[in-house]
């Protein structure tokens, strides 16, 4: 029995140290505060007031001109966001386009970008084709396809007709003018005419 009274108070003290170790370790974990998850925001970093911004191609030349009251730079997703914003297209051998809006959004570096509130694109009226008026609350313009789309409620006049829908998509390099669920639609005699003679040519 003496000879086992070693090996038992070995024993009993390795379980106590097994314990102590336990019990110290969950009280450190829950007494010292660890760090909260880091939680990224949607919040400018950059701000500006009255701005200029140009867009150019690879051989710099100026393709798109944004102007506005302020701008403002998301670094969660490198966004940009422009107030009262202005947009003028400048791509050579192309008709010419405006566009404005109470709120402008660019993403992918200017590839997308997003009109809200009060949405009114223009292009300008070339040899073969009327002028264009897109007005929706929300259009969607793509500059590097030249596309203008939304599928939100849009008011679409060209020349003398005019077309209202819900959902829309004009393709500036073809001249290809879709309107979705046409709720009223007016055709002018001379706007049919007009296309007629350009496709002709």
Known sequence: MKDRLPAFTALFLLVALVITTWWAAGY??????????????????????????????????ATNRLTGDTLRHYPDDDSVEADNAHLISLRPNMPRMTASANKAILRDKGDYILLQGDAHIHRYPSEDTSALDVRSEELTVLPQEDIIKTDKPADVQQGNSRMKGKGMLYNNKTRRLEVFSNSDVVISPKDVNQSKKGSNK
């Open 28 to 61: 450190v974990q829950h007494a010292v505060p660890t760090d909260p998850p880091v939680v990224i925001r949607h919040e400018p970093n950059a701000m500006s007031g009255p701005f200029i911004m140009i867009n150019t191609d690879a051989q710099g030349r």
